[in-house]
């Protein structure tokens, strides 16, 4: 991605493409080179790092058009892609946790320093009505597995008893995007605060997004992967009885959020760690607090 893609809104990028039809491909390709002989002309050594931490950071930070973003690869929750060489291929797991087994899966949590979250909630179809349902699913994933916890009839207490300590453990790091409303939702039904937190809305606004990328977008900029969309699978019934279990594709669809959080999250340190000392005084601050920032320069 580039400085001239990133100028760009997407609905300019769309008029480009339907007046030069054929040719928008080679117009794109054309503006790449010129930039690119552009950086080859006014770099040196004294100011390369500042100007290839300009480029990461834009590209990271562009949003990538429909057109782009249907020719990448789907992310895959069963193992794991394009994040780094350290976390590369290793496998990835499923479990919707039930009483039985919700002791293995909380300590299994409480292990880690960092874990992804999100939670679903049944749809409304009333229209202008806001959503107000209670949480039907959270979802919190460590780098290889991903815990399902339905929130229903006899799993409530348990599964909010084991939960609180985990989600208002200060050392914890919850990962997630757009999580506000999780936030309030889960302190409304569960009564629990959650503490240690870092939506990868606000660390994408310190590298410069001007507003709100989502999941998708940072996942295309950030890991090169699609995460596939599905109104009907989004809108389906999260709220079934325990005697229903949850499709195939809604088990999918709620672990991938969860996972890509996490992958997100080590895919933007791996990129941006050697520019640290570029890195504006807000987002060094913000991840010394959460003691994120020894462990990554160190390395």
Not at 73 to 83: G, L, P, R, S, T
């Amino acid at each position: 991605m580039s400085l001239f893609n990133f100028g760009l809104s997407a609905d300019k990028s769309a008029v480009i493409y339907r007046e030069l039809g054929k040719d928008a491909e080679a117009f794109f390709k054309a503006m790449q080179a010129a930039e690119t002989a552009f950086f080859s002309e006014i770099t040196t050594a004294e100011n390369k790092q500042k100007l290839d931490w300009l480029q990461l950071r834009t590209a990271l930070i562009t949003r990538i058009d429909d057109r782009h973003l249907s020719k990448l690869a789907d992310f895959n929750v069963e193992q794991i892609q394009h994040v780094s060489p350290k976390f590369n291929g290793q496998p990835r797991q499923i479990t919707v946790v039930t009483l039985d087994s919700l002791p293995s899966a909380i300590a299994d949590i409480n292990g880690q320093a960092w874990i992804g979250f999100d939670t679903e909630t049944a749809a409304t179809f009333e229209k202008g009505r806001r959503n107000t349902n209670p949480i039907s699913l959270i979802q919190i994933a460590t780098v290889t597995h991903c815990y399902l916890f339905r929130m229903q009839a006899e799993n409530i207490a348990a599964f909010s008893a084991a939960l609180a300590p985990v989600l208002s453990n200060e050392q914890t790091l919850k990962v997630g995007i757009g999580l506000r409303s999780d936030i309030n939702a889960i302190k409304r039904d569960f009564n629990i605060a959650m503490s240690a937190i870092l939506d990868l809305n606000w660390l994408m606004n310190q590298l410069g997004a001007p507003k709100q990328l989502g999941t998708q977008q940072m996942t295309a900029t950030v890991l090169r992967l699609k995460v596939p969309k599905s109104k009907k699978v989004t809108l389906s019934n999260w709220a079934k009885p325990l005697s229903e279990p949850l499709s195939e594709l809604q088990l999918q669809y709620a672990a991938a959020d969860a996972f890509v959080a996490l992958d997100i999250l080590h895919g933007t340190l791996a990129q941006i760690i050697d520019y640290s000392e570029l890195w504006p005084k807000s987002l060094l601050q913000r991840l010394l607090e959460l003691n994120m920032v020894e462990k990554e320069v160190t390395k």
